[in-house]
């Protein structure tokens, strides 16, 4: 069975431990070594892999780390170029083809975000899927059979609007993120039947309210929801 520990979600870090109860994997590395350390009870050699979806510091910000201790660590050749890492433990991978970690098997797919190669993550082991999807204004797939839905829900649109930030922010925000309306619209779009529960990424400081984004997702799909 699939356990999700976000260990942190946000513009501040982005760490997730996923396990599927004999395969543990890190997704995204964003946060200090030592707290990713704490949050795996000091057992980061137990780790099958690290997934890394772009090259933003809040995603990668341990990598040399995670790397040197041993964990093999899985982004696309545009997030590793523009990282300029060259290690050993560096898996590249490709959009749209398949990979396995330990357990698990891994499909990277395309999303849209001003990053160099971004991408999210199906994930698969056993009869469970597990859908990661995160610094993405659009998502141009849908996911048939998904039990576990990891997905960002950074603003919503209203919020955003009443804030005061400068336009240019207010569209670079628009332009990478995924905002509430999106979310509902993704999981309007997707066959929930078999989803066992949803876990709400990355939400902005200023431009969310965790209460409100939580009871709507529940509402509208009739789903935990995990904030």
């Not at 859908?131 to 996911?143: A, G, M, P």
């Not at 839905?149 to 670079?172: G, V």
């Not at 039947?193 to 209460?211: E, G, K, M, Q």
């Amino acid at each position: 069975m699939i356990e999700i520990n976000q260990i942190a979600s946000g513009s501040s870090g982005n760490a997730y431990h996923i396990s599927d109860g004999h395969c543990p994997l890190l997704v995204e590395c964003g946060i200090s070594f030592k707290r990713i350390q704490r949050a795996t009870g000091f057992r980061i050699s137990s780790l099958a892999g690290c997934l890394i979806s772009h090259e933003h510091k809040d995603h990668c910000k341990a990598i040399h780390d995670v790397l040197s201790a041993g964990v093999d660590c899985y982004m696309t050749a545009g997030t590793a170029a523009a990282l300029e890492i060259d290690h050993h433990r560096v898996k590249i991978i490709q959009a749209r083809s398949p990979f396995s970690v330990g357990a698990w098997s891994v499909l990277p797919f395309e999303t849209e975000h001003d990053a160099a190669d971004p991408v999210g993550f199906l994930m698969k082991s056993g009869n469970e899927k597990l859908l990661f999807l995160t610094d993405s204004y659009f998502c141009r797939y849908t996911f048939p059979g998904l039990t576990h839905i990891m997905i960002e829900c950074n603003y919503a649109l209203d919020i955003l609007m009443e804030n005061d930030l400068p336009a240019p922010h207010k569209k670079r925000v628009i332009q990478s993120h995924f905002s509430l309306a999106n979310v509902k619209a993704f999981l309007k779009a997707n066959d929930l039947n078999r989803v066992r529960d949803i876990h709400l990424l990355h939400l902005s400081r200023d431009n969310a309210d965790p209460v409100r984004f939580k009871a709507e997702i529940e509402q509208l799909t009739g789903k935990p929801v995990y904030v």
